[in-house]
């Protein structure tokens, strides 16, 4: 399938969360390169093709960590889709500079849509991406549709690794939806504003659906050094 690269985007511009784009040889592009290390090192017997990244609660660092992490698989040569599957606060086509008429949305809910047609192809190589489509009054419930795996069941023909940009646990249900169904889930943990309850909470919910919690990545650790992004994996 061939898919048509979109008029954006990358170049020149300087975009403070897209850092593993802009600034490939800075420490946190390092750490990110950890991080995708670490995440290789945690699933040496599967191979991994779906990703979702969410956290406790809102603004931890889940849509940064998703978009500078698919920009990372992606520069190792791996075919990356990182769908904005957050369809209560999208970021990911503001984060990227893209249109968001379609997405994902149109994708579930129109039956003659094409996957050509909707997906962008970035400037980067080997980088697509999804953008969430308009805003739908349910959520959760088109997140747990059957026309939903059957996408996923055909993106992961067309890509190495998908990664899903998730709401956060707590308040509703699509991360644990879609977190179920991904081959592992990164946990973001905003070291300044998490509350413990709600990350022990949270652990909770994805335990209860059996997602594969593989990590955590602790955001905002210390930002006099740079060292912005740590991860710590789960001894499984
Ligand atoms: N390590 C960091 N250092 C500085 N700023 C950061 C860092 N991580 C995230 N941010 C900023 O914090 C804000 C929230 O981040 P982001 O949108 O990635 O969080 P989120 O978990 O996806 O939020 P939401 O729950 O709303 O989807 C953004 O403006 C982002 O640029
Ligand atoms: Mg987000």
Do not use: C, W
Not at 48 to 63: D, M, N
Not at 69 to 76: D, G, I, K, Q, Y
Not at 213 to 231: E, I, P, S
């Amino acid at each position: 399938m061939f898919f048509k690269k979109s008029k954006n985007q990358t170049a020149n511009i300087e975009r403070p969360s897209l850092i593993t784009l802009t600034r490939p040889s800075s420490v946190v592009s390092e750490q990110f390169r950890t991080i995708r290390t670490n995440i290789h090192f945690s699933m040496v017997d599967t191979d991994l093709k779906s990703l979702s990244i969410t956290s406790a609660g809102p603004g931890a660092g889940k849509s940064t960590i998703s978009a500078n992490l698919a920009v990372s698989f992606a520069n190792e040569g791996k075919k990356v889709l990182l769908i904005d599957t957050d369809m209560r606060k999208p970021t990911v086509h503001k984060t990227f500079r893209l249109p968001n008429h379609d997405g994902l949305t149109t994708m579930l809910t129109d039956r003659n849509a094409e996957l050509v047609n909707i997906i962008h192809r970035l400037d980067t190589d080997n980088l697509y991406i999804l953008t969430s489509g308009a805003i739908p009054p349910n959520p959760a419930e088109l997140l747990a549709s059957k026309r939903m795996e059957q996408l996923k069941t055909e993106l992961e023909e067309l890509f190495d690794l998908i990664i899903f940009d998730l709401p956060p646990v707590v308040a509703v249900t699509d991360a644990q939806i879609i977190a179920s169904k991904t081959d592992g889930t990164i946990f973001v943990i905003n070291k300044g504003g998490a509350d413990k309850e709600m990350v022990l909470k949270s652990k909770e919910l994805l335990d209860k659906v059996q997602a594969n919690v593989m990590g955590a990545v602790l955001n905002r650790v210390d930002t006099k050094n740079d060292h912005y992004y740590t991860y710590y994996g789960e001894n499984r």
